[in-house]
């Protein structure tokens, strides 16, 4: 059997849930102060993601920010670091466009988050 602390960031109580695995399948989640913090919890031990925030040059030397518009595996953060590397945009800019579709082959896509002109 294996055993996995979790800290919990969805709220500020910050619990510290304990996770039981056997065969890589959860058979028990402890300690955690909310419903929320199962599902975080769970999530966190199955299948980990983060939402990636970067930025990616422009073609008139500056850079903008962006990030993927949703949570992506936490295995493919480096995959899409890679991909975004000699990537240059040209402006106009405007948040919330799609500057990368499908960012890894995760299927998410990468957003810009500020303006240029």
Known sequence: MESKKITCIVCPKG???DVKLENGQIISIE???CKR???YARNE???PRRVLTTTLKLSTGRVIP?????PIP???LKKAMLETKNIVVEPPVKVGD?????IAGTGID????????
Do not use: M, W
């Open 110 to 117: 990468l957003i810009a988050t500020g303006n240029a002109k």
């Open 15 to 17: 619990c510290q849930i």
């Open 74 to 76: 936490k295995k493919c």
């Open 66 to 70: 962006v990030r993927t518009k949703e």
């Open 45 to 47: 031990v199955l299948d």
């Open 31 to 33: 300690n955690y102060g």
């Open 98 to 102: 799609v500057l990368v579709k499908n």
């Open 37 to 39: 913090g199962i599902d």
